[in-house]
């Protein structure tokens, strides 16, 4: 889908990314500065009176479809916690240059990094194949690493795309409801690698979060940055009760298949996890 207008502006998008960010960090999902948001706004928002220095910069990946579209995104080494404090000391807007090789990265004189998230390369590429497949004007990525999910993904087991669904979707029934596709699976790649990439943006496909093996999660979305923190909730909310469970010598029945079934066909959802 679409955003119409009125567009929300630069201000709003600041305070949204900055309280996604503050949740993420509130459901102990980014440690020391692990991490990261970007949000890829395809109408002319005007940025310079926040972020008034210009620099060129030359794009790790060719996003030609993006050119012109303005992504907001956080420094290498800044805290999720604390762009919500002071959001131009951490963020800094991207707009893609014509051709799509380069952009001009617009910065506040607060700033405090850098450079831009050292994945910067996932972040474009997902933005570009998204709102080239969907033609979204509007699409945020969040990427985060909440523990029991991780922790999860270093069990073989759990490493069954399958297998993982079943087990995380049974917990709750606002679960099924929010993931109806289930979340994808990436086996683990070196962090910021191409294969990284390409694994991520194939499986964003049929999903609107993945695991990235051994190491985190990446959710989506194309109506707003806090609607993909919402999805890393979810996940690693029922990856917690997955893990309590675990703990608990699978003491727990979980919401049997039957019932999320039920839940499934009352609300008309199409899913074929179970
Ligand atoms: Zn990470």
């Known amino acids: ?13 600041l305070v949204w990314i900055g309280e996604a960010g503050w949740r993420i960090s509130e459901i102990e999902a980014s440690e020391g500065s692990a ?10 928002v005007e940025i310079r009176r926040k972020f008034p220095l210009a620099e060129s910069l030359d794009l790790p990946l060719d996003v030609p479809e993006l050119a012109g579209m303005t992504l907001v995104i956080t420094g290498s080494g800044r805290r999720l916690r604390d762009v919500i404090q002071e959001p131009t000391a951490n963020l800094g807007c991207l707009v893609i ?10 910065t506040s004189p607060k700033r405090l990094f ?3 998230t050292s994945e910067l390369n996932s972040h474009l590429a997902v933005h570009r ?3 080239v497949n969907s033609g979204t004007n509007f699409h945020a990525v969040v990427h985060a690493q909440p523990r029991h999910l991780t922790f999860l993904s270093h069990i073989p087991r759990y490493q069954d795309q399958k297998y993982l669904n079943q087990h995380l979707l049974r917990w ?3 679960t099924i409801i929010n993931l109806p596709e289930g979340v994808g699976f990436v086996p683990f790649n070196v962090p910021g690698s191409k294969a990284q990439m390409s694994a991520t943006l194939t499986t964003l496909h049929q999903h609107r979060v993945v695991i990235w093996a051994k190491h985190g999660i990446v959710a989506r979305s194309d109506t707003s940055v806090k609607r993909a923190s919402d ?5 690693e909310t029922a990856a917690h009760y997955e893990y309590m469970d675990m703990v608990n010598h699978g003491a727990a029945t979980g919401l049997t298949i039957d019932e999320i079934r039920s839940i499934s066909e009352f609300l008309g959802l199409h899913q074929q996890i179970f």
């Open 35 to 44: 991490g990261n948001i970007s949000v890829c706004i395809g109408w002319p």
């Open 129 to 131: 194949d998204q709102i």
């Open 1 to 13: 889908m679409s955003l119409d207008a009125p567009y929300p502006e630069l201000n709003e998008y």
């Open 97 to 106: 240059d014509k051709g799509g090789k380069t952009g001009q990265l617009y």
């Open 231 to 235: 999805r890393i909730e979810y996940a």
């Open 114 to 116: 850098a450079n831009l």
């Open 172 to 174: 709750e029934p606002e």
